[in-house]
């Protein structure tokens, strides 16, 4: 099968300091999930792969292209797409200009109102809010203008990183069910998650990485059912 993403034997860190050893992963279509302990380097690796930070060597295959020294703008260019943890909306503006915010790539702007139609489809909340602030939003509505705000720039892969942090339990599983139904509409989507039972539930592949390797993998189901997960991560 063809993947989207591969990230081949990856180290990566911070100046002096290694973070990732030889991390390898492949996203595919649909749903690849990375889990891991506070600190293990989930968001490292979402910057590398981003373009945020620098990679020591190693590889990034996107789209079969090797994107590995692009910059991150480039790489945003041709749909290396994050959505940011924390959400970091445009607070003072509304939910229409945040979503337009999104859709400043070229390629992006030519897809604008089928992307709008779009993600209105998948938020109509938001299409009755679109004059609201975004600052004056709930936290599970300032999600999905985040998460709607990454499919305006028509994303190739989009990439989640903890979706779920601070939210509710019932908007978790909003958000969870959100993503759930762009995997069936066949976006790849590379997400980075604490909750590691619903997360595990709905992804095709995932990862655990421990200080910055990976050390295990295998479906969604297969890490559900594996002994280490359950004690290190379902608390079973
Ligand atoms: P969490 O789930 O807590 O967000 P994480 O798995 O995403 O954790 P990272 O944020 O990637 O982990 O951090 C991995 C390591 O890199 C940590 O030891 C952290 O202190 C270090 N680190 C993160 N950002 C920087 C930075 N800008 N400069 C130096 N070290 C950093």
């Not at 499919?151 to 979706?163: R, S, V």
């Not at 998650?193 to 050390?215: D, F």
């Not at 295990?216 to 379902?234: R, Y």
Request: charged share 20%.
């Amino acid at each position: 099968m063809s993947c989207v993403l591969e990230v081949k034997s990856l180290n990566a860190g911070y100046d002096e300091i290694q973070i990732l050893w030889d991390v390898s992963i492949k996203t595919c279509s649909g749903l690849c999930t990375i889990i891991g302990s506070n600190g293990a380097g989930k968001t490292t690796l979402l910057r590398a792969i981003t373009g945020i930070i620098p990679t020591i060597n190693g590889s990034i295959i996107f789209d079969g292209k090797d994107i590995t020294k692009l910059p991150a703008h480039k790489r945003a260019q041709i749909g290396v797409i994050m959505v940011p943890e924390g959400r970091l909306l445009f607070g003072e503006m509304s939910v229409l200009e945040n979503l337009q915010m999104g859709a400043y790539l070229k390629r992006a702007k030519n897809k604008y109102k089928q992307n709008l139609d779009f993600v209105f489809s998948l938020f109509p909340k938001l299409s009755e809010r679109i004059n609201q602030k975004a600052q004056s939003l709930s936290g599970g509505e300032q999600q999905m203008v985040a998460i709607a705000r990454g499919l305006m720039a028509d994303p190739k892969i989009l990439i989640f990183d903890e979706p779920s942090l601070g939210l509710s339990p019932k908007l978790t599983i909003e958000v969870f069910s959100i993503i759930k139904s762009l995997k069936e509409k066949g976006i790849a989507m590379l997400l980075v998650e604490q909750n590691v039972h619903l997360s595990l539930s709905i992804t095709n592949n995932a990862y655990v990485l421990s200080e910055g390797k990976i050390v295990l993998s295998g479906s969604g189901g297969d890490l559900l059912e594996n002994p280490q997960v359950k004690t290190a991560f379902l608390g079973l």
